[in-house]
């Protein structure tokens, strides 16, 4: 924290201001997989983005990581077939973009990631390639 020499705060105050910027926001990408018991299924992928407060990237790590094994579940569905969804990989754990952000803005870029195939993008993400889930 810097201080300028003119500050009129005090000796608390700062300990307040110093005390309330220990914690950051991070963003977790958490990949999971579904799995049935059947020789023709094919899995469904799901990636999360999880925003996680914490005082350190490793910290804010291992918590993406505790997160991610206890939201593993089954459940049966409606064909009483056992559906199974586990981690597969936490990704990517990264800082916000900007952490400053309050709950009276409207938009907040988070997370920002580049890649260069358009096409290969395209052919996972089902929200473009148009694929209806069964």
């Avoid at 505790?66 to 936490?90: A, D, F, G, P």
Wanted: proline share 1%; hydrophobic share 30%; net charge negative.
């Amino acid at each position: 924290m810097i201080v300028d020499s003119k500050s009129s705060c005090g000796e608390d105050e700062m300990k307040t201001k110093n005390a309330d910027k220990l914690e950051s926001f991070y963003i977790a990408i958490i990949l999971y997989k579904s799995s049935l018991d059947q020789a023709d299924y094919q899995p469904l992928y799901q990636e999360s983005f999880v925003l996680i407060k914490s005082t350190s990237l490793e910290e804010a790590k291992t918590k993406a990581f505790n997160h991610s094994k206890n939201e593993s579940i089954s459940y049966t569905n409606e064909n009483k077939e056992t559906i199974t969804w586990s981690l597969q990989q936490v990704v990517d754990v990264n800082s916000v973009l900007y952490d400053d952000f309050d709950s009276s803005e409207d938009i907040v870029d988070l997370y920002t990631r580049h890649f260069r195939n358009y096409e290969v993008y395209r052919s996972f993400e089902p929200l473009l390639s148009k694929e209806q889930f069964e």
